[in-house]
């Protein structure tokens, strides 16, 4: 099996030919198999690949003719990622290809991006980029399961450094298309955004009902990159049902964090009308780097250091509202059902009495402007009980069961 093994090199072989070569002729000595693809402009590689930039510019209904002579490199390399987009998930879907690897500085990052979210998850997709971890790179460009590689000393030419980490990168992408473990088709998925069960207890209270009710259950992580994960494949429409339970990215995005997952975020499950259960959870903390000195406009507010990565700072009630007319505004959106439920106790572990984060009056008040915002076609329900309470899962979990008898949920 293994020695069926396909990996699409995707790379500009005018400039970078010595490297791609050099990672195809690794991924060959481990066993595998390569397929090379050419996604240059102007120049030609020293022999013939693949697929060739003229097929890639064809594939995206042009030339490379049409890309010159554009006279602008953004827009020709546009041209050029939509082919090679194209042409990634035609090899994948014929069974071509059974993993990806690109390299690039930012105009091949650009590109790669793009080709690999035209991958389904559980398809190795690996990029080697100069700009691996940049904050040049939007959350909503990640597809939910990319692997992204430093590519220290690798703008120009082979060296030892460089070369260091293209072999690691070649048997990364071989090693990954041998090991992974597909996604099984047959089990309806359930996507979920959390933070830790230090914070919010509802991901273990519902987690054992729903695999007993036939779902797979998957829970990612508020942070930013976990709802950019989960957007990404609410968009292929991966999941039966989405909850959105945790708001905390849309309330960072609303206040300038940069721990957010893009201005797309909560949108993705509504355009394709899958069904949503919603709540406000830690949807009264702006998160920040804890390594970085505490804005200033947070200096005076109630203060939480998580860790050494990341701090949270409470929203004033203004804020609080503020959000809640966002979230409510996303959801109303959705083609589908939406339940928004609604704890009037509190929204995290933080937020009780004793806690960093407890403040009374700001919680009504929130509480207030969710009660007002959460109007039809949103279907409310107010909840006596603290979201981290038994009750509002119990609630969850009632909801779902009650969309799988309607057959708003399809369990096939």
């Known amino acids: 099996m293994s020695d069926a093994r396909t990996i699409l090199v995707i790379g500009t072989y005018d400039t970078k030919d010595a490297e791609l070569n050099f990672v195809r002729d690794r991924i060959r000595e481990l066993g595998g198999n390569v397929i090379s693809m050419d996604v240059s402009v102007l120049g030609d590689p020293d022999a013939p690949t693949d697929i060739s930039k003229h097929e890639v510019a064809a594939a995206a209904g042009k030339t490379i003719q049409d890309a010159i002579d554009s006279g602008d490199e953004n827009h020709a390399m546009q041209i050029m990622a939509e ?3 194209k042409l990634t998930a035609d090899l994948q879907a014929s069974g071509r290809i059974h993993g990806m690897l690109a390299l690039g500085g930012t105009m091949g990052t650009d590109l790669a991006l793009d080709c690999a979210r035209a991958l389904p998850i559980g398809v190795p997709k690996y990029v080697v980029s100069t700009v691996a971890f940049s904050a040049l790179i939007p959350p909503e460009r990640l597809s939910a399961d990319i692997q992204m590689i430093l590519w220290a000393g690798g703008l120009y030419g082979l060296n030892d450094i460089c070369m260091a980490t293209l072999s690691q990168a070649a048997g990364a992408v071989w090693g990954a298309a041998q090991a992974v473990v597909a996604p099984d088709p047959d089990r309806p ?6 933070f830790g069960s230090s914070a919010l207890q509802y991901m273990v209270h519902l987690r054992q009902p729903l695999i007993d009710r036939g779902f797979s259950l998957a829970v990612f992580h508020g942070t930013g ?7 990404s494949l609410a968009e292929q429409g991966y999941f039966a049902c989405v909850l959105e339970l ?5 309330g960072n995005l609303m206040v300038g964090s940069v721990v957010n997952a893009g201005a797309h975020r909560m949108t993705a499950a509504g355009r394709r009308g899958t069904p949503i259960i919603a709540a406000p959870g830690f949807g009264d903390m702006i998160d920040f780097a804890a390594w970085q000195p505490v804005p200033a406009r947070f200096r005076d507010r109630q203060y ?10 409470a929203l004033t009630a203004e804020e609080r509202c503020h959000l809640a007319r966002e979230v409510a505004g996303r959801l ?6 939406v339940q928004f439920v609604l704890p009037t106790h509190g929204i995290h572990a933080w937020d009780t009495e004793g806690m960093p984060a407890h403040d009374p009056e700001a919680l009504a008040t929130m509480v207030e402007a969710y009660k007002s915002e959460m109007t039809a076609p949103v279907e409310l329900t107010v909840m006596d009980c603290h979201i981290n309470d038994l009750a ?7 909801i779902i069961d009650g969309w799988v008898a309607d057959g708003t949920i399809r369990m096939e």
Do not use: Q, T, Y
Not at 225 to 230: E, N, R, S, T
């Open 189 to 194: 998925v359930i996507g979920m955004v959390s």
């Open 83 to 85: 082919g090679a987009a």
């Open 225 to 231: 990159m976990g709802g950019m994960a989960m957007e």
């Open 392 to 398: 509002f899962s119990e609630k969850v979990v009632e």
């Open 304 to 313: 939480h250091a998580h860790n050494r990565l990341i701090a949270s700072a």
């Open 332 to 337: 109303k959106k959705s083609k589908g059902p």
């Open 246 to 250: 945790a708001v905390a990215e849309i």
